[in-house]
């Protein structure tokens, strides 16, 4: 999370950072760490909370272990 409560940032990989750049240019900037680009600043008073979900979920998907990965995308059973 960000130091204030306007923004959120993200790590998402490197295809989908670039892309979201280049189509939300007006609320969502480059992160910089050690010198390198590294995650998103999303402006959230801007960005659709559908855009935000999106990038949450691309974030946990990146770092997230593998098997949880793969455990998320089986179906789910219907227990409650």
Partial sequence: MAPDEAHIHVFVADDERESVLLQYP?????????????????????????????????????KAPKRLVAASKQPRSGRA
């Fill in 26 to 62: 007006a609320f969502i900037e480059k992160r910089v760490w050690g010198g390198k680009v590294r995650g998103l600043r999303v402006s959230l008073s801007k960005a659709s909370p559908a855009l935000v979900n999106r990038l949450v979920h691309a974030a946990w998907m990146h």
